[in-house]
């Protein structure tokens, strides 16, 4: 595979076609984008689990989509 663009392809190889893979680059960026705490204003706020995003640093926990969080 080659390197730079579709580096988060890695996982999947040359499984499952082209859509799917392209699907879950994108989904797979959008999900570990830096994100700044609406509340402390770090950068450290991230998913917990499905729906669930917290800020490591003070703690703010917001329900919000599965991949993206819209404050």
């Given at each position: 595979m080659a390197k730079g663009k579709g580096a988060?392809?890695?996982?999947?190889?040359?499984?499952?076609?082209?859509?799917?893979?392209?699907?879950?680059?994108?989904?797979?960026?959008?999900?570990?984008t830096k994100r700044r705490c609406p509340d402390c204003?770090?950068?450290?706020?991230g998913r917990e689990?499905?729906?669930?995003?917290?800020?490591?640093?003070?703690g703010f926990k917001v329900a919000g989509m599965a991949y993206d969080v819209k404050l």
């Open positions: 988060s392809l890695k996982g999947l190889g040359q499984k499952y076609g082209l859509k799917p893979r392209k699907k879950f680059t994108a989904v797979h960026r959008l999900l570990k204003g770090s950068i450290q706020f689990a499905v729906g669930i995003w917290v800020c490591k640093k003070c």
